[in-house]
């Protein structure tokens, strides 16, 4: 007889219940989308913030000071320490490996130039620096798989007209110095280094691209660090490596000085892709090194992230209470319109509990239709502005469909709640009479 | 006919009085649905329009984003400098951005417990970095800094081996000089590894008077509003080379651009959605009012004249109902600004007459599902049969 009611109540009035159900549905769709982009938001905008380039640092522990302007160093190559590049491969296998979006090592040699244009030589007077670096390399993992990464992942604002360097005898020019010159892609630049013995090494190169980046090195040469190596006579070594991670924004516990922690606590930290645990982690690997944090990069980017998060947070809260409040509002009304057939039941001899029971299963059932229903659309919502911003859909979770359900459930039953209660209050006569 | 023209309009003033007044517990409720919708539009509408301006100044905590160097250095080591009198004419032209000069000279430091480190030596303004580089770390924060005073890199004082307060001795060629260091700075790049002097300092120990090597430039906008700047700045400084620092420059203008995407369209759907929770609650009240509507068909009323009447009484609720939403969204969107950005958001006065039309617009809409109880029959609606 119970179950007769409900389906007999959904059958009888279908279009009421069907708008009933679409408010149901929209709000709990516009919960969805806003839900599933907010809890989105972190990763995705976390990665948009990786075009800011490298923010961790890796630099020699026992190295001399450098003598960097505009970054690049300025020190005589036989000056400090170098760090080995057959372990950068060790990078992909910390705790956080999935984290390392990329990462490039660096190798500054000071050079003098000399170039050719149509075996036209053409006088390149001064000192320049060459950066040898990775602009495209598969690295290998200790797993036995590789890795790709480079230059374009580290630094993504330097742009090359042209194409980048290959492993060897290539070369790109900084933008300043091709201008300065009136040299092009396709010429070729003769470089020559003076090593630590005081002999030279020279090394002739092609211009496959010309390289800007705003920075020192337009005024330099970059070519790939087996080059460097060879001019700076230091085979398989580097000086500075850029990593460039995806981390969470510290808070408070996160800055706290990872010396205190109980070991609860320190499991915590080590196991939260925190910047401090990632540069922490690196550390550990590749012994002998200073991993620090590029604070203009990483601090930027958690002080935005967090006030981001935060707006969106209460933009989505202001979203949840607006559908909660849209969908409390409809079920009332559904409940107050249906008073008179309240007081029949009740005239029949049913209690206030079996009515609101009825009332209440059938709502719910409703909040589970509406809400699934809403929560499927949400879910095409999400994509579409997940496309549209980011040009990645968030993944539907289980824990937003819970909340959605829950939501819809809590908020018809709450919405009915008070119109149920004072109907419950009348007497059944009254309202039979239309009073 | 001019009296009856009158009579007519008394009697719909009237009768728009009495549907306001017969029940103060609707009135109440519509206002409320209709003034929080109006709330919501307002603050969100503010917030919209406030934190897009807010994020570009947010963005300035990545540092500076514009680089004025000398014109014809190839030679990166900045060797050929510039003239420190850009400075004074860059804060003359108004751009509101921060401004730093600074000279980069190679030298060498030492201490009485260390032995001569070469090291960069960058004569700056003393406050430079506060506003330059917030997210810098710079121990102790000194309120005032003397002449004298200079502050070490953080790899360079451990390079020292000192804590505290120390006299360094910095010797550029032959020229040489004493300083307190009783800063230190931590960067993560190439900062730490240098010293910081005064600027005055820097250019009398370099023997460089009233020169610098380059200008950094926190301009505060837009990718456009930056470029604007930039133009300007090469205009006005023909021989200067005037660049943006693309690492920054760029990777905001991307961020920014999602950010701002994604503040659009979660608010465009916010706002939808308080539309939708007036209408659903509007609707509500208009759908109890299907016994007045007989009532007065019943009693020879035209449902054109009827459906002015619900209409001009829910753009009357509307507008109330917006007035007083766009009042408590003030309130909503200074809080708002202070929750997110720790500044209480500027009110943007066209935000509020959008709202309060808004409110009108949803409220008449609401009320349009008497359109279709005006089709009914009163009989019916009296039978109780509707």
């Known amino acids: 007889m119970f179950l007769r009611l409900v389906t007999d109540s959904f059958g009888r009035r279908p279009r009421r219940k069907l708008l009933t159900g679409a408010a149901l549905a929209l709000g709990m769709a516009v919960a969805t989308a806003a839900l599933s982009v907010a809890l989105d938001v972190g990763d995705r905008l976390a990665k948009e913030f990786r075009s800011l380039g490298a923010n961790l640092l890796v630099t020699p522990q026992a190295d001399s000071l450098p003598l960097e302007i505009g970054g690049v160093d300025y020190r005589p190559v036989n000056a400090g320490a170098y760090l080995p590049e057959a372990d950068l491969g060790k990078l992909k296998t910390i705790f956080w490996h999935n984290n390392i979006m990329g990462f490039s090592p660096m190798l500054e040699v000071p050079v003098v130039a000399s170039a050719a244009h149509d075996h036209v030589p053409i006088e390149t007077p001064g000192n320049f620096t060459l950066i040898g670096t990775w602009s495209d390399k598969n690295v290998l993992i200790p797993d036995g798989t590789t890795y790709r990464t480079g230059i374009a992942k580290t630094n993504p604002w330097w742009n090359v007209d042209g194409k980048w360097f290959g492993d060897s005898h290539q070369c790109v020019l900084g933008s300043a110095f091709a201008r300065r010159f009136g040299l092009h892609t396709g010429d070729r630049l003769n470089v020559m280094s003076r090593t630590s013995e005081g002999h030279a090494v020279g090394l002739s190169l092609a211009i496959v691209g010309v390289l800007s980046t705003g920075g020192p090195e337009d005024n330099g040469i970059v070519a790939s660090l087996g080059t460097a190596q060879a001019l700076a006579e230091k085979p398989g070594q580097y000086r500075r490596l850029y990593v460039s991670a995806l981390t969470k924004p510290e808070d408070a516990f996160a800055k706290r000085d990872p010396k205190t922690f109980t070991p609860k606590e320190y499991d915590t930290w080590f196991c939260t892709p925190y910047i401090s645990s990632i540069a922490f982690q690196i550390q550990q690997e590749l012994p002998g090194t200073d991993v620090r944090v590029i604070r203009r990069v990483a601090e930027g980017e958690g002080q935005i992230l967090t006030r981001v998060q935060m707006l969106l947070w209460l933009v989505t809260g202001m979203a949840l209470l607006a559908a909660a409040l849209a969908v409390g509002a409809s079920s009332a009304a559904s409940v107050i319109e249906r008073r008179t057939e309240i007081g029949l039941m009740k005239a029949l001899g049913a209690g206030s509990a079996t009515v609101g029971f009825l009332l209440a299963a059938e709502q719910l059932l409703l909040a589970f239709v509406g809400g699934g229903t809403g929560y499927a659309l949400g879910i095409i919502l999400a994509r579409l502005l997940g496309e549209k911003i980011f040009g990645v859909a968030p993944e539907p979770t289980l824990l937003v469909f819970l909340v959605v359900i829950g939501l819809a459930a809590v908020v018809t039953l709450l919405g009915s709640a008070i119109p149920l209660r004072r109907a419950s209050l009348y007497d059944p006569a009254p309202i039979l009479r239309g009073e | ?386």
């Not at chain 2, 905590?61 to 060797?79: E, K, R, W, Y």
């Not at chain 2, 001569?116 to 810098?136: H, K």
């Not at chain 2, 200079?150 to 004493?178: K, P, Q, T, W």
């Not at chain 2, 920054?248 to 706002?271: D, Q, R």
């Open chain 2, 1 to 386: 006919m001019t009296d009856l023209v009158a009579t007519n309009r008394a009697m719909f003033w009237r009768i728009i009085r009495r549907l306001l007044s017969a029940n103060r517990g609707r009135l109440f409720v519509m206002l409320l649905a209709l003034g929080a919708g109006a709330a919501v539009t307002a603050a969100l509408l503010n917030l919209q329009v406030d934190a897009k301006r807010r994020l570009t100044t947010e963005f300035r905590a990545f540092g500076p984003n514009v680089l004025i160097t000398s014109g014809n250095t190839l030679d990166s080591s900045h060797s050929v400098t510039l003239s420190q009198d850009i400075e004074k004419v860059i804060l003359q032209m108004g751009l509101g951005a921060h401004v730093g000069p600074f000279l980069y000279i190679y030298g060498d430091i030492s201490s009485d417990s260390s032995s001569r480190v070469p090291a960069v030596v960058v004569g700056m303004l003393p406050f430079s970095f506060d506003a330059l580089e917030p997210s810098w770390k710079i121990e102790p924060r000194l309120a005032k800094v003397r002449r004298g005073d200079c502050m070490v890199g953080a790899v360079l004082a451990s390079r020292l081996h000192f804590v505290g307060e120390r006299v360094v001795h910095v010797s550029v060629g032959s020229n040489e000089l004493d300083c307190t260091a009783n800063r230190t700075l931590s960067s993560g790049g190439e900062e730490d590894n240098q010293i910081f002097i005064d600027l005055s300092v820097a250019q009398s120990l370099a023997a460089l008077p009233n020169r610098i090597s380059l200008i950094q430039l926190s301009v505060p906008g837009t990718l456009p509003q930056v470029s604007d700047s930039i133009t300007t700045l090469q205009k006005r400084f023909p021989d200067a080379d005037v660049r943006p620092i693309r690492q920054f420059s760029e990777g905001e203008a991307k961020i920014y651009n999602k950010i701002s995407g994604l503040l659009t369209a979660t608010v465009g759907i916010v706002l939808l959605l308080t539309a939708l929770c007036v209408m659903a609650a509007m609707t509500n009240v208009a759908m109890e009012r299907k016994m007045d509507v007989g009532l007065m068909k019943a009693i020879g009323g035209a449902t054109r004249r009827v459906l002015r009447l619900f209409l001009v009484e829910a753009a009357l609720l509307g507008f109330a109902g917006g007035l007083i939403g766009a009042a408590a969204g003030i309130f909503l969107s200074i809080g708002l600004g202070k929750a997110v950005f720790g500044v209480a958001a500027r009110p943007r006065l066209i935000v509020y007459p959008v709202a309060v039309a808004l409110t009108i617009v949803v409220a008449i809409f609401s009320a349009f599902p008497l359109r279709r109880l005006a089709t009914i029959r009163p009989a019916s609606v009296f039978r109780g049969e509707a």
